[in-house]
């Protein structure tokens, strides 16, 4: 039985045959009625409603560009369909409530993979404080340095009835196929 290879000889990912995976990371804050409503709020206001969410782990594939577009994106695939994200966001009805939410990264300069982190909080420092070990901690745990962290911050406070601050990557929007998924027996 062979063992696993070490971290350190595992060649760079080969990018040149595909074109560069390009992930906005956006931001949106939300009132509402309801804590439910505040989020849909902040969906829009980040740019990224009417599409159904579906979460990601923090893992960022060879090839990546991330981005921070300044004036918003345009929120891709049409209305329903799935929208693959990594999410942090964090929702309250408690008046004069602080929430604060991010998203934190480093990359491999060289090969664009790297891994993201999201956390929520009740204030920027908070999360940036969170951001920064957890990211320092993923890279220790596999013995990799991608250098300097790279974060988005989001923060507000509840004035009523409800709140919402959120801040995503965009990673891929996809449609549904319409047929069942594949069955795997076991």
Known sequence: MTGPTPRDTVAPARTESRPALRIPVVSGVGTGPTELAAFDAALVAAGIADRNLIRLSSVIPPGTVIERPADGIEV????????????????????????????????EATTGRGLF?????HSRDEVETHIHDSLHA??????????????????????????CVLVAAVVEAAPWTGRAPDVIEL
């Open 117 to 121: 982190v999201e956390h929520e909080g």
């Open 138 to 163: 993923l890279m220790r745990v596999r013995d990799i340095d991608f250098g300097a962290s790279q974060m988005l911050l989001a923060d507000t406070v509840c004035n009523g009835p409800a709140a």
């Open 76 to 107: 891709p695939g049409e209305w329903g369909d799935r929208l693959y994200v990594v999410i942090a966001e964090s929702r309250t009805s408690q008046l004069h409530d602080r929430l604060a939410a991010g998203i934190g990264w480093v990359q």
